[in-house]
């Protein structure tokens, strides 16, 4: 169900995803993916990548904390220090990472011990003397490479609501770093730190989305209302709260939530692209259709909503309905054209061949290692009548590991109506 996928398991899961969280530097959320993926069942190729992902991710990481602690210690922080310093050593990989790390670790002065016989003491301790103070002033001149960290967990964030988030101080800043981080054990008692004056719509939807997230679904549920008693066009936390309701089994309580807000004029194009997905849930394609139409309508144009609601006006044969939406979405390769899903539709109804062969054949030659679009250049080909060059073509293809399970099917049953 969209964004808050990413909050209860789903999301970008796939190696595509964390491919685009890591190029996009988004180092948390890309470890978060690669730790769902290794959980399930992979390819030796996708195993491999993922791993090597992963790492990357990690030393992304702990390369953020280490320059902060770079510069607390350069601002003679190095309480500060040593918290982010020991963080990144928990998430290096890389040798010459790990090897800065230790070279910063070392740079930390030791505390000296306490002489309990109480010789050599003044009227202070040597705890506290041993440990330089920070200036107000010195303070604002801390680099905060956190900061870097946050805007790019943020960007996955409705921009209307990055600013808020980029205003907030510890321990909330903490607690989201180490949330999307995946290190909820240790977040959830900085979120329990937060001053009551600070608990606003944000607060307890992140705290709502921890517990989702951890199988909390009563508490959940109700930190989540909170955030939409405080704000109810936090479509966030709706969403959350949607997601809840069906983890609970509760789509009764999640459409009459959904159906209220449309009553108050709260977001229909979100509210719609939600009763789709629980009605594609149910199996009730008419109606997913009709919510489909209405957020269409109501200008959704989030690129996970069309897909949902071509698909739905596809199956219940509403063709030229589900053409006129999938041109919504953005024209395939840099120099305009066709956008893939588009030129699959067209594929499904044989339409458009030479025009689609051109945008699969793009596609082969941009995405070299994903093995869908060669099948779906065979496919043209058959459909062309060019028989014998699809057919080899297929025969290449069908047994590729990379292939998806859905698509290797559609691959055998293409080959075996046009063997011999």
Same mark, same amino acid.
């Given at each position: 169900?969209?964004?808050?996928?990413?909050?209860?398991?789903?999301?970008?899961?796939?190696?595509?995803?964390?491919?685009?969280?890591?190029?996009?530097?988004?180092?948390?959320?890309?470890?978060?993916?690669?730790?769902?993926?290794?959980?399930?069942?992979?390819?030796?190729?996708?195993?491999?990548?993922?791993?090597?992902?992963?790492?990357?991710?990690?030393?992304?990481?702990?390369?953020?904390?280490?320059?902060?602690?770079?510069?607390?210690? !350069?601002? /003679? %922080?190095? @309480?500060? #220090?040593?918290?982010? $310093?020991?963080? *990144?050593? =928990?998430?290096?990989?890389?040798?010459? +990472?790990?090897?800065?790390?230790?070279?910063?670790?070392?740079?930390?002065?030791?505390?000296?011990?306490?002489?309990?016989?109480?010789?050599?003491?003044?009227?202070?301790?040597?705890?506290?003397?041993?440990?330089?103070?920070?200036?107000?002033?010195?303070?604002?001149?801390?680099?905060?490479?956190?900061?870097?960290?946050?805007?790019?967990?943020?960007?996955?964030?409705?921009?209307?609501?990055?600013?808020?988030?980029?205003?907030?101080?510890?321990?909330?800043?903490?607690?989201?770093?180490?949330?999307?981080?995946?290190?909820?054990?240790?977040?959830?008692?900085?979120?329990?730190?937060?001053?009551?004056?600070?608990?606003?719509?944000?607060?307890?939807?992140?705290?709502?989305?921890?517990?989702? !997230?951890? /199988? %909390?679904? @009563?508490? #959940?549920?109700?930190? $989540?209302?909170? *955030?939409? =008693?405080?704000?109810?066009?936090?479509? +966030?936390?709706?969403?959350?709260?949607?997601?809840?309701?069906?983890?609970?089994?509760?789509?009764?309580?999640?459409?009459?939530?959904?159906?209220?807000?449309?009553?108050?004029?709260?977001?229909?194009?979100?509210?719609?692209?939600?009763?789709?997905?629980?009605?594609?849930?149910?199996?009730?394609?008419?109606?997913?259709?009709?919510?489909?139409?209405?957020?269409?309508?109501?200008?959704?144009?989030?690129?996970?909503?069309?897909?949902?609601?071509?698909?739905?006006?596809?199956?219940?044969?509403?063709?030229?309905?589900?053409?006129?939406?999938?041109?919504?979405?953005?024209?395939?390769?840099?120099?305009?054209?066709?956008?893939?899903?588009?030129?699959?539709?067209?594929?499904?109804?044989?339409?458009?061949?030479? %025009?689609?062969?051109?945008?699969?054949?793009?596609?082969?030659?941009?995405?070299?290692?994903?093995?869908?679009?060669? +099948?779906?250049?065979?496919?043209?080909?058959?459909?062309?009548?060019?028989?014998?060059?699809?057919?080899?073509?297929?025969?290449?293809?069908?047994?590729?590991?990379?292939?998806?399970?859905?698509?290797?099917?559609?691959?055998?049953?293409?080959?075996?109506?046009?063997?011999?």
């Amino acid at each position: 169900m969209g964004f808050l996928k990413k909050f209860f398991g789903g999301g970008e899961s796939t190696v595509e995803g964390l491919r685009k969280a890591v190029s996009q530097k988004r180092y948390a959320d890309a470890r978060v993916i690669a730790e769902q993926l290794i959980e399930k069942p992979q390819n030796e190729s996708d195993a491999t990548e993922v791993e090597e992902l992963r790492i990357v991710s990690l030393d992304g990481l702990a390369q953020l904390n280490l320059n902060e602690a770079l510069g607390l210690q !350069r601002c /003679g %922080n190095f @309480e500060g #220090a040593s918290d982010h $310093l020991m963080l *990144a050593k =928990e998430q290096a990989c890389s040798p010459d +990472l790990c090897e800065e790390i230790e070279q910063a670790l070392a740079a930390e002065p030791q505390i000296p011990e306490i002489d309990s016989s109480g010789e050599g003491q003044s009227g202070s301790c040597a705890t506290c003397i041993s440990k330089p103070k920070l200036s107000a002033a010195n303070e604002d001149l801390v680099p905060d490479d956190g900061d870097i960290q946050l805007e790019l967990i943020l960007t996955s964030y409705p921009e209307e609501l990055q600013q808020r988030y980029l205003g907030r101080k510890a321990p909330f800043s903490a607690a989201f770093l180490l949330s999307h981080a995946g290190d909820d054990e240790h977040a959830l008692p900085l979120w329990q730190q937060v001053a009551e004056e600070d608990r606003d719509d944000l607060y307890w939807f992140e705290l709502g989305s921890l517990m989702g !997230r951890n /199988g %909390n679904l @009563e508490d #959940a549920r109700s930190f $989540l209302e909170n *955030a939409l =008693e405080k704000n109810p066009e936090l479509s +966030l936390a709706m969403e959350a709260l949607v997601s809840v309701f069906a983890a609970s089994g509760d789509l009764n309580l999640a459409e009459d939530r959904l159906q209220l807000a449309l009553k108050q004029g709260i977001s229909p194009s979100f509210c719609y692209s939600q009763l789709t997905s629980l009605s594609v849930h149910r199996k009730e394609f008419s109606l997913a259709a009709e919510y489909a139409r209405k957020g269409v309508a109501a200008g959704n144009g989030d690129a996970q909503f069309i897909l949902l609601a071509a698909s739905v006006l596809e199956h219940v044969g509403a063709l030229a309905e589900t053409e006129s939406v999938l041109t919504q979405l953005p024209a395939a390769g840099c120099k305009g054209g066709t956008n893939l899903p588009l030129a699959e539709f067209w594929l499904r109804q044989k339409r458009e061949l030479a %025009n689609i062969l051109d945008t699969f054949n793009a596609a082969c030659r941009d995405y070299p290692d994903e093995p869908r679009w060669q +099948l779906r250049v065979a496919q043209t080909y058959i459909a062309r009548n060019w028989t014998k060059d699809g057919v080899k073509l297929l025969r290449k293809v069908v047994d590729d590991p990379r292939l998806e399970a859905e698509l290797a099917e559609e691959a055998q049953t293409l080959l075996a109506e046009h063997q011999g």
